[in-house]
């Protein structure tokens, strides 16, 4: 059993920043990706920023240059900071990540969420 548990969501002003955190727990054998989605109300979830376990970082164009994504692949978390947030920002952000347990192919494992509400 795989658990991802995220932290760190509220309420920020335009201008402001936040800063997710995500820890994988359970039986891990690898993680490949880690990453954050995130999903606004009446719009389908989108990738924010991924990272692979060797690699460089892939972001949305939407928030390149203000989001910045991090790994700490010892202690299998992940990390989100976000700069410069605008009201378009507002959503539910998921971690995300591509697990191994076993032998068996890796699969992709999700947060239960949490609210990034950016608002004067």
């Known amino acids: 059993q795989v658990q991802l548990v995220e932290s760190g969501g509220g309420l920020v002003q335009p201008g402001g920043s936040l800063r997710l955190s995500c820890a994988a727990s359970?039986?891990?054998?690898?993680?490949?990706?880690m990453g954050w989605y995130r999903q606004a109300p009446g719009k389908q979830r989108e990738l924010v920023a991924s990272?692979?376990?060797?690699?460089?970082?892939n972001y949305a164009d939407s928030v390149k240059g203000r989001f910045t994504i991090s790994r700490d692949n010892a202690k299998n978390t992940v990390n989100l900071q976000m700069n410069s947030l605008k009201p378009e920002d507002t959503a539910v952000y998921y971690c995300?990540?591509?697990?191994?347990?076993?032998?068996?192919?890796?699969?992709?494992?999700w947060g239960q969420g949490t609210q990034v509400t950016v608002s004067s």
């Open positions: 995300n990540g591509w697990i191994r347990t076993d032998w068996r192919p890796a699969r992709d494992y």
């Open positions: 359970g039986t891990i054998f690898s993680i490949n990706a």
């Open positions: 990272m692979p376990s060797i690699g460089k970082a």
